[in-house]
């Protein structure tokens, strides 16, 4: 059996924080290894293919693309940048032999970086440096290396990976250096390090063939597509595979597709061999972390661990008064046959059925549940979920919460009440460097539990102008109560249409999410309460008209403009006793019990 080097390809994947420039790079490589034609209208940011990746600037699957450059084909994958994804990035990280580490030249190595730089140094794979955006005013790239050279040491890098190559990059003018004085005009330096840095695959080819299930994909004229980077051995069309599941069960299928990746697209081949990175078709119930093996030699390759959920939300079907109106999948078995169905391609995420209409939905963060919601809003479903909540483990006897490490970023003058919430929050300081700017970097632990609802708390504090980034730090002890949100709801007392006299006496109670003209139902959350409880108010209610004419008092009523509220801040705003509910068109907040007199006799009952 002889150990063949694949000369001909390179394996690589990119990781970086978001929005440090790592999907504009591979538009400039692209463009430069001539992937599009002079008089091609290219779409900026051409790998993030999904509509919200495009809106929100962040990678959320992985994506892959080929570029040929003097005869080497250079595989690329795209991992997300967010830690919420990671189970996407751990499976990534198997299929290469090196990772494209792209940090800003002036924010260095962020803690989203972090957690998947961890990952590809505990594979041994050799990363390369991109010290990316070099052309802003306030780049510091020789300080930001030090603080890569840092955090390689602090994630335990050996010697080899402590020793990588840096190129300095614009992307956005695709621009690549070996020395920022350099005088240059493309991206040649950033090819010429991946050939010689990069190692080419090794394996066996003449032996039986063996590949591990990555990622899926979907296609409705091929159905569902297994992508990974074939182990060893060689695959033709129409050749029969054993698919090993992780029960150890084989069953036996004919290979009706090979696809490689040359640029964007895919590439219909007749085989492929040891280092290419395919994409097979004929496999129909194949899943992420399964093998598809020789039918003749089936052995198994070892199975990727993926991180465990931390957070739970219910998933329910929609039963308020305008419940059916506004989606097209509205019923609980539409709602059931598309949650198990995502459990097919998004395998951090855990559904469990509690009753025929209410499913538990276990994710690795709130991004990662929300972009789920979103995705499933736009497909024209309608539901309703529940308040997040964190999920503990025991062991020995104790009771563990999920920690995140939580980086913010805040002007000197906002320090005090942002430290002030997070130590009510349970957050412990580990760091405080002082930043460039007048911004101050502080460095927390901190419960998930502590996390939840604090983004919007902390918008308001900092004027906007805080960064906030958390990662998955791990398992720790308990850390005891937290506060819940310190005001109430403004609550409808009645079903009809927002009037503008109605929303005009409401405003004086709190901050209104909505304007004049729009339908509410009894129950439906309309605000927040600038007191501790709830308020019941009438916003549909019209002034009484009386015969008698009084001089400027019909003057026109001054509504102050609502705080329009995402989904993401409406996940945040709820309580254990309230709902967000999604349709198509709205998102909506709601009482769980929608009548008011059945609501305080709840209330009543608990204080006895």
Known sequence: MELITRDDIRNIAIIAHVDHGKTTLVDALLKQSHVFRNNEKVEERVMDSNDLERERGITILSKNTAIMYNDVKINIIDTPGHADFG????????????????????????????????????????????????DKPNARPEEVIDEVFDLFVELGANDEQLDFPVVYASAREGIAKYEVEDENSDMTPLFETIIEKVEAPKGYIDESFQMLVTTLDN??????????????????????????????????YKISAIFTYSGLNKIDVQEASMGDIVALSGIPDCNIGETIADSLQPEALPFVNIDEPT???????????????????????????????????????????????????SGRGELHLSILIETMRREGYEFQVSKANVIFKEENGKKLEPIEFLTIDVPEEFMGPVMEKLGARKAEMVNMTSAVNGYTRLEFKIPARGLIGFRSEFMTDTKGNGIMNH??????????EI??????????????ESITYGLYNA??????????????????????????EDIDINVCKGKKLTNTRASGSDDALKLTPPRKMTLEQCLEFINDDELVEITPKNIRMRKRVLNSSERKKIISRKKK
């Open 87 to 134: 189970g996407e990035v751990e499976r990534v990280l198997k299929m290469v032999d090196s990772v494209l580490l792209v940090v800003d030249s002036y924010e260095g190595p962020m803690p989203q970086t972090k957690f998947v730089l961890k990952k590809a140094l505990e594979l041994e794979l050799k990363p390369i440096v991109v010290i990316n955006k070099i």
């Open 219 to 252: 296609n409705e004229y091929v159905g569902r597509i297994a992508i990974g980077k074939i182990h060893r051995g060689t695959i033709k069309k129409n050749q029969t595979v054993a698919l090993i599941r992780k029960d150890g069960t084989k069953s036996n």
């Open 311 to 361: 957070l739970s939300m219910n998933f329910m079907v929609n039963d308020s008064p305008f419940a059916g109106q506004e989606g097209e999948y509205v019923t609980s078995r539409h709602l059931r046959d598309r949650l198990f169905k995502e459990l097919e391609t998004n395998v951090s995420l855990r559904v469990k059925e509690i009753t025929p209409e209410c499913f538990e939905v």
């Open 471 to 480: 990662v998955f730090h791990g398992y720790d002890d308990y850390k005891g």
């Open 483 to 496: 506060p819940g949100r310190s005001r109430g709801s403004l609550v409808s007392f009645e079903e009809g």
């Open 507 to 532: 405003q004086e109670r709190g901050t209104l999410f909505i304007g004049a003209g729009v339908p509410v139902y009894e129950g439906m959350i309309v605000g927040e309460c600038s007191r501790a």
